[in-house]
């Protein structure tokens, strides 16, 4: 949250993401929620929009801040209601890719470590697999919670490459034409 306040967007849009989290952002930047089951809440700044994630109810390059916090690597396992689809988190990355505007902001999170599927939960990937997947824009910020809770920002993918079930935080530019 503190790095998109930092960048002081007019409006954010957050994809799935936990609802506390987009209420708190709420209150410093208005957002617009998407989710498969929206948030049945009225609250002021807050727009609540139906959506798949792997298709966005957006234009091509419109949306200038944007989040994706622990939702991707659920895509395509089964475990809300979707279709099974091993590429979900693949093709969930190029929707982002494809909605991000140009000079814009994305922000991600998935598990990161040593690659595997956990039963009947979700994926976890290489640090590295995450950056492969969005081919389109450029990585400059990770940062993550290692599997004995160490917050590090600023750090190397490969720090945490060996981990069992650590959370990794992207920070994703679309740059501006020419």
């Known amino acids: 949250m503190r790095r998109i306040v930092a960048q002081n967007p007019s409006k ?3 994809v799935g993401s936990h ?4 209420n708190l952002l709420n209150v410093v930047v208005p957002v617009t929620f998407v989710d498969y089951r929206p948030l049945d809440a009225e609250v002021q700044g807050l727009t609540n929009l139906q959506g798949d994630i792997l298709n966005l109810p957006f234009a091509d390059k419109t949306v200038q801040s944007l989040s994706c916090l622990h939702v991707a690597e659920h895509i395509g396992l089964g475990r809300y209601g979707d279709l099974l689809n091993p590429c979900g988190t693949r093709q969930a990355c190029a929707e982002l890719q494809r909605v ?3 000079g814009g902001n994305l922000y991600f999170a998935v598990p990161v470590g040593r690659p595997r599927l956990c039963f009947n939960s979700c ?3 290489a640090p590295q697999t995450i950056v492969e997947y969005f081919d389109r824009v450029e990585l400059v910020e990770f940062s ?3 599997d ?3 917050y590090l920002e600023w ?3 490969e720090e ?3 981990s069992r079930y650590a959370c990794g935080m992207f920070c994703f530019h679309r740059a501006l034409p020419g």
């Open 12 to 14: 954010h849009v957050d």
């Open 19 to 22: 609802t506390m989290f987009v």
């Open 100 to 102: 991000l505007a140009p």
């Open 123 to 125: 994926r976890i990937y």
């Open 144 to 146: 993550g919670v290692h």
């Open 148 to 150: 004995d809770g160490r």
């Open 155 to 157: 750090v190397s993918l």
């Open 160 to 162: 945490f490459s060996n």
